[in-house]
């Protein structure tokens, strides 16, 4: 079936550092992708999206570029802020169909 | 424009009972998408609302059923409580089916099972 990988674990990085999280994704036909976040204690919030291949998507600093040929969508940020600790996850859906596919998430940690 | 509502926010149940979580979409919007959120298993699909039908099912026991309202408001059931029904459980809301929706998400209702 459809599903996302992330990288293991979490991961922890000083203030200002350059953010990557991996995500990979197994899917027959080609998907919409996407990146959620989680801030304490809330929902999910879309971060940003891409619908077909080569799409990039970008919002607060953050960039993901849908990769077909490499089935990813890694997720990066230049400059980390404290206030980007939370727990991102990466997601797939298709065109149609509401649900969404989860990879585990990945919980980051920005220190000052 | 309010967000997606989740009632209530948490709830504490005991093995064997029954539980009904409520979920208000977003003005407008008729999707209605529910999750199940544990340490363990991640973010998984119970199921989707649109219009009132049951559009899409997740790998969930019958134990666990749902049902939207006329005015898109959707309610989840689960009944007969286990240990394992302990999670967050969250609910989203989607304008439309049938392009790559944007669903945005509820702060989830929090039940622990004893």
């Known amino acids: 079936g459809d599903s996302v990988t992330q990288m293991e674990g979490p991961v922890t990085l000083s203030e200002e550092a350059f953010l990557t999280i991996n995500c990979t994704y197994t899917a027959t036909g080609y998907p919409s992708l996407f990146w959620y976040v989680q801030y304490p204690g809330e929902g999910l919030q879309l971060l940003l999206k891409?619908?077909?291949?080569?799409d990039k998507g970008s919002n607060k600093g953050f960039e993901a570029t849908y990769r077909k040929e490499t089935t990813s969508f890694h997720l990066e940020k230049g400059s980390v802020q404290v206030s980007d600790s939370a727990v991102y996850f990466c997601?797939?859906?298709?065109?149609?169909?509401?649900?969404?596919?989860f990879g585990k998430g990945n919980q980051v940690v920005v220190i000052p | 424009k309010a967000g997606v509502t989740q009632t209530p926010r948490y709830l504490i149940k005991t093995r064997g009972q029954q539980v009904t979580l409520s979920c208000s979409p977003i003005?407008?919007?008729?999707?209605v998408s529910w999750y199940q959120q544990t340490p363990g298993q991640g973010l998984q699909f119970l199921f989707e609302?649109?219009?009132?039908?049951?559009?899409n099912k997740g790998n969930f026991p019958g134990r666990f059923s749902g049902r939207q309202f006329s005015n898109s408001r959707s309610e989840m059931n689960v009944s007969t409580l286990e240990l394992g029904d302990s999670a967050l459980y969250l609910c989203?809301?989607?304008?439309?089916?049938?392009?790559?929706?944007?669903?945005?998400f509820g702060p989830g209702t929090r039940l622990l099972v004893l």
């Open positions: 003005s407008g919007h008729r999707s």
């Open positions: 997601a797939l859906s298709f065109y149609g169909n509401n649900r969404l596919a």
């Open positions: 891409a619908t077909k291949a080569d």
């Open positions: 989203a809301s989607s304008l439309v089916q049938g392009e790559p929706a944007t669903q945005y």
């Open positions: 609302y649109f219009s009132e039908t049951q559009r």
